[in-house]
Nanobody, 123 residues
Framework: QVQLVESGGGLVQAGDSLRLSCVASRRTFSSYYMGWFRQAPGKEREFVAAISWSGGRTRYAHSVKDRFTISRDNAKNTVYLRINSLKPEDTAVYYC????????????????WGQGTQVTVSS
């Protein structure tokens, strides 16, 4: 079992930056692929970014790859999502997920989820 806790969200202005964090409870954190997803009001949860065990490989949704950066610190059991040049359309609840099998863009690959952190971007 892996418990995930996200933080770092809030109410920000368009153009601001944020760094979201997701801390995992398990010492075997480094054996999990990690991903970030987001869910805007009235929409399906969508893939944002994912990172390999070591952090050496990353992948992004096409719509965010120029502004979002995923990273991880295995010594701190933490994965991060840096968001630059925030836009109102980035408003969503952001979730991190952990997967032992893959790092795709499907929610089904991720066995564990946090409760999410709200990001609200005003124009």
């Amino acid at each position: 079992q892996v418990q995930l806790v996200e933080s770092g969200g809030g109410l920000v202005q368009a153009g601001d930056s944020l760094r979201l964090s997701c801390v995992a409870s398990r010492r075997t954190f480094s054996s999990y692929y990690m991903g970030w997803f987001r869910q805007a009001p009235g929409k399906e949860r969508e893939f944002v970014a994912a990172i390999s065990w070591s952090g050496g490989r990353t992948r992004y949704a096409h719509s965010v790859k120029d502004r979002f950066t995923i990273s991880r610190d295995n010594a701190k059991n933490t994965v991060y999502l840096r968001i630059n040049s925030l836009k109102p359309e980035d408003t969503a609840v952001y979730y991190c997920g952990a997967s032992s099998t893959g790092w795709g863009d499907s929610q089904k690959e991720y066995s564990y989820w946090g409760q999410g952190t709200q990001v609200t971007v005003s124009s």
